[in-house]
Nanobody, 124 residues
Framework: QVQLVESGGGLVQAGGSLRLSCAASGRTVSNYGMGWFRQAPGKEREFVAA????????QYVDSVKGRFTISRDNAKNTLYLQMNSLKPEDTAVYYC?????????????????WGQGTQVTVSS
């Protein structure tokens, strides 16, 4: 079992920045690929970014490329999402997730463990 707890969400004006954190516990987190997803009201959960076990490989949805950066610190068992130049359309509940994949996965069904989510609201 892997337990995931997100933090760092909040209310920010358009153009601002937030840094989300996801604290992991349980099994050796460095054995898991990890990702960030988001879900806006009335919409399906959407892939945002993912990072390989070592942190060398990353992947982003096109809408956040150049604005968001995913990173991880395996020594601290923590996943991060640095979000810059935020837009109102980034408003959603953000979830971190973990899975024992080797190649990066982008579908929610391919992840085994999920956090409870943290709300990000971007005002215009």
């Amino acid at each position: 079992q892997v337990q995931l707890v997100e933090s760092g969400g909040g209310l920010v004006q358009a153009g601002g920045s937030l840094r989300l954190s996801c604290a992991a516990s349980g099994r050796t987190v460095s054995n898991y690929g990890m990702g960030w997803f988001r879900q806006a009201p009335g919409k399906e959960r959407e892939f945002v970014a993912a990072i390989s076990r070592s942190g060398i490989s990353t992947q982003y949805v096109d809408s956040v490329k150049g604005r968001f950066t995913i990173s991880r610190d395996n020594a601290k068992n923590t996943l991060y999402l640095q979000m810059n130049s935020l837009k109102p359309e980034d408003t959603a509940v953000y979830y971190c997730a973990a899975a024992q994949w080797i190649r990066i996965k982008v579908l929610p069904s391919e992840y085994d463990y999920w956090g409870q989510g943290t709300q990000v609201t971007v005002s215009s």
